[in-house]
């Protein structure tokens, strides 16, 4: 492999001659070699926002050149487009600062500036009126608003959206209720896939409500929140021209020492993100096991057949889309145990457990963007009632009982229901074998519409 010699403070290190990172990138990749998971996709693109925005801020404020900037801001555009991807190598599982994450997206900028005439040294001119310790949090914050604004809040609300045009085609369909796993009283299935909708719906209003918390940004800070070697105003500066970039909102964290040290806005954030995969597990939960069959199960859902479901038994077809939603459902969880520790591992003026954090966050939100995507797509908009499954249940539930309650009393309608399920008699029969109506009251009182 061909090589060529790069040098920061602590000497001279041999780099691939085909790559554009520098001397602290390179020590990284041979010091690091744990997990092999990359920093994700999006704090590099976060990370390109942000020193793009840091360089208009330092030229407006004459630390660096418009010809400085210009190239910057050029090559900030390209690795947003994705086409450095090979040149960010470095993984979670370094310094807890990101410090190293950030020196390779200086480097890779000062190189590929220099290529085009453009003469940047990673820390003087691309790192200007930064700190890895301020930036890097701010990246985070920058990648975690983007991915719920983005990816996850779309996402969701398509879902709904199909949950909505379920629960209008079936406005009158009647179905017995369940609690406890045992039959209860009668419920509209549009009112069922109502609570579906809105276990989608509520966890996004918790995101909304979560995110000027993570538009608050930590730039500025510099080392331990002072600002040192930052110029007076370059965090609104910075804020601004990332509202430009983005079209979102950031705003300076009007304490950095909290900003630095604080994960506090993505425990928050990414307690909403667990809230929504809770009820994904609870929804998925629901059809899998009102699809169950077909024939020996509930049966009363018919779900699109999309792959084999054994290498055994021959025809089975197995709620797949479903599965793969709890099982996105438990990985969240776990990123928010983990998000969770490392929030409170804050010391002094810095929080060291950043990285792990970024991960966490947004695979969590990467994950739920694209299940409920595919869930939508390959389950939720084929979805279909077994109407005469439904009708078949509703008709034979005992607990049709309960509306008897007013006319003959909770003790003499559990008597009843009691009766019909040890003789396997028909409500009805046991009603009118006590003699306490005759059949056409109870065809009278017992009206499933009248009960939803």
């Not at 085909?18 to 996709?41: V, Y």
């Amino acid at each position: 492999m061909d090589t060529r010699m790069e040098h920061d403070t602590m000497g001279t290190v041999a780099v691939p001659a085909d790559r554009h990172w520098g001397a602290q990138t390179q020590r990284s990749l041979e010091n690091f070699k744990i997990g092999g998971q990359r920093q994700p996709r999006e704090i590099i693109t976060a990370f390109a926002y942000l020193k793009e925005a840091c360089a208009w801020a330092n030229a407006s404020c004459g630390k660096l050149t418009e010809e400085q900037a210009d190239a910057i801001a050029a090559v900030c555009g390209e690795i947003r487009a994705g086409k450095w991807e090979e040149e960010f190598p470095l993984v979670v599982w370094q310094t807890g600062s990101g410090t190293q994450t950030n020196m390779n997206v200086n480097e890779v900028i000062a190189h590929l500036a220099a290529e085009r005439g453009v003469s940047l040294h990673p820390n003087d001119q691309v790192n200007a009126s930064q700190s890895s310790n301020d930036t890097f949090p701010s990246a985070l914050h920058i990648a975690a608003a983007l991915a719920v604004e983005r990816d996850v809040l779309p996402a969701a609300e398509r879902l709904a959206a199909a949950f909505r045009k379920l629960e209008e085609a079936y406005p009158d369909l009647i179905r017995i209720g369940r609690t406890h796993l045992q039959d209860a009283t009668p419920l509209k299935f549009a009112q069922e896939v109502s609570g579906w909708r809105e276990l989608v719906e509520a966890p996004c209003r918790m995101l909304r409500t979560a995110l000027p918390e993570l538009r608050r940004l930590a730039i500025g800070g510099t080392a331990v929140g002072t600002g040192l070697n930052a110029p007076k105003g370059f965090d609104e500066m910075v804020c601004k021209q990332l509202q430009e970039l983005t079209g979102t909102a950031f705003t300076p964290d009007a304490n950095k020492f909290h900003a630095l040290t604080s994960k506090d806005a993505l425990v928050f954030a990414h307690g909403a993100l667990k809230a929504l995969a809770a009820n994904l597990m609870k929804i998925a939960n629901d059809i899998r096991w009102e699809a169950s069959g077909p024939r020996c199960g509930m049966g009363e859902l018919r779900i699109p057949e999309n792959e084999p479901g054994s290498s055994i038994m021959p025809g089975k077809v197995n709620p797949t889309q479903c599965e793969a939603v709890t099982m996105v459902a438990v990985q969240v969880m776990g990123a928010d145990a983990a998000i969770g520790f490392a929030a409170s591992q804050g010391n002094f003026q810095l929080n060291v457990f950043l990285p792990v954090c970024a991960y966490n966050f947004l695979l969590s939100a990467r994950l739920l963007s694209d299940a409920m995507d595919s869930f939508r797509v390959h389950c939720a908009e084929g979805i279909e009632p077994n109407v005469e499954r439904m009708t078949y249940n509703l008709h034979n539930s005992l607990m049709l009982v309960t509306c008897l309650t007013p006319k003959i009393g909770y003790e003499a309608a559990a008597r009843c229901a009691k009766k019909a399920l040890q003789e396997g008699t028909s409500l009805k029969e046991a009603v009118v074998s006590l003699g306490l109506l005759s059949p056409a009251e109870f065809d009278e009182t017992v009206r499933p519409e009248k009960m939803v």
